[in-house]
């Protein structure tokens, strides 16, 4: 429910300003109106919704500024990660994000951006682990939750699955050499891909 909200929002679907009326999401979801709370209370934390006390929470989308703050707080986090985990994974770790890239790359040659978005996240939360970290994973998670939308509807754009798994190979490869700069490097501009490829996709939406 929070993903397809989100998508709606993103998309489009849902304009700014629009009204969620927590009985009838409830309705269209067939949940009660608990788990729809907790999905307006996600999006708000994404800047998706703006919660009003006692009143209808409102459809809202970040200022740009606010998301460009984001994806460059994401893509600081997500080197920091990618570096730690090129120095600390285990081998079996290597092995394992290896499996998950190799995963990813079918799903590319089938064509399936939803299956391939959570894989993704999979992908991602293994080098977040791979830092031996908590608190650093920990930190870059809750960030990400926060951008979720906004990197799931890029996979929308033409070509973008492939490019996405290309930018991880260069990740990987430097992450099993144990190359942690070039590991940073390589997410550091993965994530301002990732955020190119949203802002196209807005602009094109826009445009419709």
């Known amino acids: 429910m929070r993903l397809q909200l989100a998508d709606d929002i993103v998309s489009g679907l849902l304009a700014p300003g629009q009204p969620l009326d927590e009985q009838e999401l409830a309705r269209r979801f067939g949940v009660s109106r608990t ?10 934390a994404s800047g998706l919704v703006e919660v009003r006390p006692h009143r209808s929470a409102l459809v809202a989308l970040p200022a740009p500024r606010q998301l460009h703050d984001m994806f460059e707080a994401m893509a600081e986090l997500e080197a920091l990660c990618a570096g730690l985990s090129a120095r600390n994974m285990t081998a079996a770790e290597r092995r394992g994000l290896e499996q998950l890239h190799q ?24 080098i977040y682990a791979g830092t031996h970290n908590g608190y650093l994973a920990e930190m ?12 799931r509807a890029q996979f929308r754009t033409t070509g973008r699955l492939g490019g996405s798994w290309q930018e991880h190979d260069v990740i990987v490869q430097a992450i099993l050499r144990g190359d942690r700069l070039g590991a940073a490097e390589a997410m550091h501009a993965h994530i301002g891909l990732v955020r190119d ?4 996709y807005a602009e094109a939406r826009a445009a419709d």
Do not use: C, K, W
């Not at 729809?36 to 996600?42: L, N, T």
């Not at 870059?140 to 990197?151: E, G, Y």
């Not at 490829?197 to 196209?200: E, G, H, M, N």
């Open 35 to 44: 788990p729809v709370r907790e999905a307006i209370r996600q999006l708000a």
């Open 197 to 200: 490829a949203f802002s196209s």
């Open 103 to 126: 995963e990813l790359r079918a799903l590319v040659h089938r064509g399936d951006p939803l299956r391939y978005h959570e894989r993704n996240e999979a992908f991602h939360g293994a």
């Open 140 to 151: 870059t998670l809750m960030t990400r939750r926060r951008v979720a939308p906004f990197r």
